[in-house]
């Protein structure tokens, strides 16, 4: 009889110990789903602000480029000039932690990028940037902006994005070309 009550109590003595594990497990567990749900929450807004970054470069020019067709200007350096300062000041308006220029070196085997510590200027873009201006008719021109990375097309022009633990780089990669159909009223 004592050997059924000792057994009974010993089997009781380890479904409570097994509870109390699984109640710490879980606890464990609901804490490490909220520290991931963090980090997503952190990761999404990093890919946000990157978007927005990318979003507004590119009405930048388009916006730049319509404007400057609409009120007569018509000489693709004038417009190339244009544009380069306003993307100065949407790089210099971001959220972003650190603004850079890298340059890419390129062998048959590996490509390495370094950060050449020279800064986003005006002149930068400039040099780096091209906008030609096609007249189609009287009042309607093609005018495509093209980032081209330089002479040995190994310029990047970029910003790091950092949301606490997450981060995240934007850059305006070699070749980057808009096009739009601009009209003129003047």
């Known amino acids: 009889m004592k050997n059924k009550g000792l057994m009974s109590f010993v089997l009781v003595l380890i479904f409570i110990l097994i509870y109390f594990n699984l109640v710490y497990s879980i606890g464990e567990f609901n804490s490490k789903k909220n520290l991931t749900e963090a ?3 952190e990761i999404e807004n990093t890919s946000f602000k990157r978007n927005l970054l990318e979003n507004a470069v590119d009405s930048v020019i388009e916006e730049t480029i319509s404007n400057e067709i609409l009120f007569g200007s018509t000489e693709g350096k004038k ?14 308006e971001t959220e972003a932690k650190e603004i850079f220029v890298k340059e ?13 510590g020279k800064e986003i200027t005006k002149e930068f873009i400039e040099e780096n940037s091209k906008t030609i201006v096609i ?11 093209h980032f081209t990375g330089g002479i040995n097309k190994n310029n990047l022009v970029g910003a790091g994005i950092t949301e606490n633990q997450s981060k995240s780089k934007f850059f ?7 096009k739009l159909i601009a009209f003129r009223v003047i």
């Open 39 to 41: 980090e997503l929450i």
């Open 135 to 145: 007249k189609l008719e009287e009042k309607i021109f093609l005018v495509e902006f």
């Open 172 to 178: 305006i990669p070699v070749n980057y070309t808009v």
């Open 79 to 92: 417009i190339n000039q244009k544009i380069s300062e306003k993307l100065i000041k949407v790089f210099s």
């Open 104 to 116: 890419i070196n390129s062998n048959k085997e590996y490509k390495k990028i370094k950060i050449t």
